[in-house]
């Protein structure tokens, strides 16, 4: 059963239990977007992701960075391919009920992850590129209201 924890106009939480008894859960957390280096005038609020298998107050604990018992980053690879599907479905559909002055990002904490999220660039997701040419993150805004114009 999915349950979702909306309280919050600058938070959003989904969590659900997996076929294979693991709970899934997807973070969506906005920030005002002047306090962003670099960010597009256009945009006012930018919308991030956080997606952890695990209880939930495990997630808890790592969504809020609380150093004291935080759960380690580790793949196991025990269901995260059906998690990775669900939580793409869920990040879709919320990418399609953004705002116009709304983007979704996307980043990612090792090399392994970064490999998992690159399929998104299918439906849409462009890459944030650093100071030096690497990309950062996958973004992406309502289609609704966006469109890619490629530079020639």
Do not use: C
Request: hydrophobic content about 30%; overall charge positive.
């Amino acid at each position: 059963m999915l349950r979702v924890y909306n309280k919050r106009r600058s938070e959003y939480r989904l969590r659900e239990q997996l076929p294979n008894g693991q709970e899934v859960n997807l973070y969506f957390y906005r920030l005002r977007a002047p306090y962003i280096e670099d960010a597009d005038p256009e945009i006012s609020y930018q919308w991030f992701v956080g997606f952890y298998i695990g209880s939930r107050k495990e997630a808890n604990r790592w969504f809020k960075h609380n150093q004291k018992n935080k759960p380690k980053n580790i793949v196991t690879g025990n269901g995260t391919l059906t998690a990775m599907k669900w939580a793409m479905d869920h990040i879709l559909d919320f990418a399609g009920k953004m705002d116009r002055n709304e983007e979704l990002v996307i980043g990612w904490e090792e090399v392994r992850r970064k490999k998992a999220y690159q399929f998104l660039r299918r439906y849409g997701f462009t890459d944030y590129y650093d100071e030096l040419g690497n990309p950062t993150h996958l973004g992406i805004r309502n289609k609704e209201y966006w469109y890619l114009v490629k530079e020639e």
